[in-house]
């Protein structure tokens, strides 16, 4: 699990359940695949207290919620991206090793235990795919035997490893969005552990540093075929809020009475999701439209979830993907339909 993953466990925790991608709550520290136990969380064995591959789907203020797990590992799934034709890009498996690695895949409608495509990087000993565009290039980041992150591309089915020259000290760099162009985004550590954003152009290989002024840590998640770039930074009095960054202007977004605000993923409308804690420290799915001009906010929490709901990425079709904990301490995956 990422440390971007990792921080939602944290929040999570505040809800009595797991708390995903968060990467949430702080900006990312650490650089590890491989996360705490999920409180509650049911092993591999326990399957029988599993979800289905493919759960019925449940509506709820105006969409529609369907579990897709894959059954390799139906306690813990993460869906983290899905491109306008459908194709989702995930990973299974809690992280712990050597039983339960993250192990990355990409997921095809119809969504059935046959549609399920694992993609890992070659040699690699976890892996996550984080991002797809609508071409079906993928993006993520890998992990080796001394636990190094480093990021991914497969671009017309190569796979290319990149790592920022600046992660000098520290041992993560991960990818997490990326466009039709081939522009990434992401982020990597310094030695005291603070995230900073970058993009990558992958032709190139360039990085090139994603500012927000005043921030101490920041995490670029998510990037649109116009360049727009969302995700979320912390600035020193510990406050952690999201932001885009359209035509090199900035603006800064929190969920309205909310509180850790992290922008996961943007779309061509500019409208992104993400997850934030309210007051009472329950974690909860967001989901941004028209940012710029008349914002609208919507809460979203999966049906079936105990408040635990992270909404990770979105196309331009009305769909998104993410995560819950269920009721048996499971990580399930979710597609969301409006």
């Given at each position: 699990?990422?440390?971007?993953?990792?921080?939602?466990?944290?929040?999570?925790?505040?809800?009595?359940?797991?708390?995903?991608?968060?990467?949430?709550?702080?900006?990312?520290?650490?650089?590890?695949?491989?996360?705490?136990?999920?409180?509650?969380?049911?092993?591999?064995?326990?399957?029988?207290?599993?979800?289905?591959?493919?759960?019925?789907?449940?509506?709820?203020?105006?969409?529609?919620?369907?579990?897709?797990?894959?059954?390799?590992?139906?306690?813990?799934?993460?869906?983290?991206?899905?491109?306008?034709?459908?194709?989702?890009?995930?990973?299974?498996?809690?992280?712990?090793?050597?039983?339960?690695?993250?192990?990355?895949?990409?997921?095809?409608?119809?969504?059935?235990?046959?549609?399920?495509?694992?993609?890992?990087?070659?040699?690699?000993?976890?892996?996550?795919?984080?991002?797809?565009?609508?071409?079906?290039?993928?993006?993520?980041?890998?992990?080796?035997?001394?636990?190094?992150?480093?990021?991914?591309?497969?671009?017309?089915?190569?796979?290319?490893?990149?790592?920022?020259?600046?992660?000098?000290?520290?041992?993560?760099?991960?990818?997490?969005?990326?466009?039709?162009?081939?522009?990434?985004?992401?982020?990597y550590n310094d030695a005291k552990g603070n995230s900073h954003g970058f993009t990558l152009n992958?032709?190139?290989?360039?990085?090139?540093?994603?500012?927000?002024?005043?921030?101490?840590?920041?995490?670029?998640?998510?990037?649109?075929?116009?360049?727009?770039?969302?995700?979320?930074?912390?600035?020193?009095?510990?406050?952690?809020?999201?932001?885009?960054?359209?035509?090199?202007?900035?603006?800064?977004?929190?969920?309205?009475?909310?509180?850790?605000?992290?922008?996961?993923?943007?779309?061509?409308?500019?409208?992104?999701?993400?997850?934030?804690?309210d007051g009472a420290g329950v974690l909860h799915g967001f989901l941004l439209s028209d940012p710029?001009?008349?914002?609208?906010?919507?809460?979203?929490?999966?049906?079936?979830?105990?408040?635990?709901?992270?909404?990770?990425?979105?196309?331009?079709?009305?769909?998104?993907?993410?995560?819950?904990?269920?009721?048996?301490?499971?990580?399930?995956?979710?597609?969301?339909?409006?």
């Amino acid at each position: 699990m990422s440390t971007l993953q990792r921080t939602v466990l944290q929040s999570l925790r505040a809800a009595a359940a797991l708390g995903a991608a968060a990467t949430l709550i702080a900006a990312c520290s650490g650089g590890s695949l491989t996360p705490p136990t999920a409180p509650g969380a049911a092993s591999p064995a326990g399957a029988a207290q599993a979800l289905s591959a493919l759960r019925p789907s449940v509506s709820r203020a105006g969409f529609t919620f369907t579990t897709l797990d894959d059954q390799a590992d139906p306690t813990f799934n993460q869906l983290l991206g899905v491109n306008n034709k459908g194709k989702i890009a995930g990973y299974f498996g809690i992280g712990t090793l050597p039983a339960h690695p993250n192990q990355g895949y990409m997921l095809l409608p119809p969504y059935g235990q046959s549609n399920y495509v694992n993609e890992n990087f070659p040699g690699s000993v976890q892996t996550q795919v984080t991002a797809i565009n609508t071409h079906g290039d993928t993006a993520g980041f890998w992990a080796d035997s001394k636990n190094v992150d480093r990021g991914f591309i497969e671009w017309r089915g190569v796979f290319t490893s990149y790592t920022d020259p600046k992660m000098r000290h520290s041992k993560t760099t991960q990818i997490l969005g990326i466009n039709d162009s081939g522009i990434a985004v992401g982020f990597y550590n310094d030695a005291k552990g603070n995230s900073h954003g970058f993009t990558l152009n992958q032709a190139t290989g360039q990085f090139k540093p994603v500012i927000v002024p005043g921030a101490v840590t920041l995490t670029a998640t998510g990037i649109n075929d116009a360049g727009d770039i969302t995700g979320f930074s912390t600035s020193s009095s510990k406050q952690t809020s999201s932001f885009l960054i359209r035509g090199g202007q900035l603006t800064s977004f929190t969920f309205p009475g909310g509180s850790n605000t992290q922008s996961l993923g943007v779309n061509n409308h500019d409208q992104m999701v993400g997850s934030y804690d309210d007051g009472a420290g329950v974690l909860h799915g967001f989901l941004l439209s028209d940012p710029l001009t008349h914002a609208k906010w919507q809460s979203i929490d999966d049906p079936n979830g105990i408040g635990s709901t992270v909404v990770n990425g979105l196309n331009d079709k009305n769909e998104m993907v993410g995560f819950y904990t269920d009721a048996a301490g499971n990580v399930d995956g979710m597609l969301i339909a409006r």
